[in-house]
């Protein structure tokens, strides 16, 4: 409740209540079906292996003048791989915690998480497994499930799996790879999302509608069996409803997501590039739909009082970045005030 409220008057204020960053540019895995790596990703004009990006103090100042500007409740740390940076979080991640700004770091846990991480309040390690060993170990080497075993031993992380079509083909699939996870000691929960293609995307990794059903029908099932499988049933239900368009995505309008040189700024929301939302299978995306849909009274859902507030932020943001109605002056982008 705490964090609701605090995102609540970040977006009043005008502020962004996520922060995503690209940490890096740099990953050692060459996974099949990475958005971050997909050549229109940052709009097609260049990629995110061509970008420059940060290290040392000045990736860390860096972080904290986007933190200032923003003033997230949330700021969620991927990549590339950002434990290829994990000398700068040993620093970024207690100064955040300081600033009581909740983390999540997105890893494939390719090399040892720092003990000290568990330490630090608010921090979520979600770590990316993609299927059962053999077809994981083959798509995300050097990040194998024996090196994820023992990278993660000591820690209580998020095991987040990114559906697609190939682990549906062998029926009982899902509940091996739930069964698995839910027995290591290690793991504190179990996200599923869906692959989200591209427009116009053909790919082995893409569900078909007949897919997603079965999935959804299989999840609802699962969660009942075990706990560890974190996917309450509006989630679900968002699954099978996505937003139309990114206009219309709760997760797209609350965040701001900036790539490895702390600059470009990623849009439509966390994919780029031009995702199919009505193929939309974000957990994040689905998770804050299903809040924005629930109704506090009959008639009044979450997701309209988001949205009127969502407009008294933008006056409050219009009139904290100088811009006087009738004056004839256009207010100033986020993108340019971030660039300057």
């Not at 995102?7 to 990475?34: D, H, M, N, Q, V």
């Not at 904290?64 to 434990?83: A, D, F, N, T, W």
């Not at 293609?197 to 790919?203: A, C, H, L, T």
């Not at 706990?227 to 309450?232: E, F, H, Y």
Request: net charge positive; glycine share 8%; aromatic share 6%.
């Amino acid at each position: 409740m705490k964090q609701v409220l605090q995102a609540w008057r970040k977006i009043l204020s005008g502020y962004t209540p996520i922060l995503s960053i690209e940490i890096t540019r740099e990953c050692p895995l060459s996974c099949p079906g990475c958005y971050a790596y997909n050549p229109e990703h940052l709009g097609g004009a260049t990629t995110l292996r061509q970008l420059s990006d940060r290290k040392g103090p000045e990736l860390v100042q860096g972080v904290l003048q986007l933190v200032k500007q923003h003033r997230p409740s949330q700021v969620s740390i991927v990549g590339g791989e950002p434990l290829v940076r994990y000398r700068e979080l040993n620093e970024l991640l207690p100064r955040l915690a300081a600033m009581d700004i909740a983390v999540q770091v997105v890893t494939s846990a390719v090399r040892p998480i720092p003990q000290q991480w568990t330490r630090i309040p608010q921090l979520c390690i979600s770590v990316s497994v993609d299927g059962l060993q053999p077809e994981h170990d083959l798509r995300r080497k050097p990040a194998t499930y024996e090196r994820i075993l023992q990278n993660i031993a000591g820690h209580q992380i998020s095991v987040h799996c990114t559906v697609t079509r190939q682990q549906v083909s062998r029926a009982g699939y899902l509940e091996e790879f739930v069964r698995f996870w839910s027995g290591q000691p290690a793991t504190k929960r179990i996200w599923m999302s869906l692959y989200t293609p591209q427009i116009g995307e053909v790919s082995a990794e893409q569900l078909t509608p007949a897919d997603r059903e079965r999935v959804l029908a299989e999840l609802r099932l699962l969660r009942t069996r075990y706990p560890k499988l974190d996917m309450p049933l509006g989630l679900l239900a968002a699954y099978a409803a996505p937003p139309r368009s990114p206009g219309e995505c709760t997760f797209a309008r609350l965040t701001h997501c900036v790539s490895a040189d702390l600059k470009k700024q990623i849009t439509p929301c966390q994919f780029g590039g031009n995702p199919d939302c009505s193929q939309c299978g974000c957990m994040a995306s689905a998770a804050l739909a299903a809040i924005s849909r629930h109704q506090l009274v009959p008639g009044l859902q979450i997701g309209t009082l988001v949205n009127a507030s969502l407009q008294v932020g933008e006056v409050a943001r219009r009139v904290r970045s100088g811009f006087r109605p009738g004056s004839g002056d256009s207010a100033p982008s986020e993108q340019a005030a971030l660039s300057s």
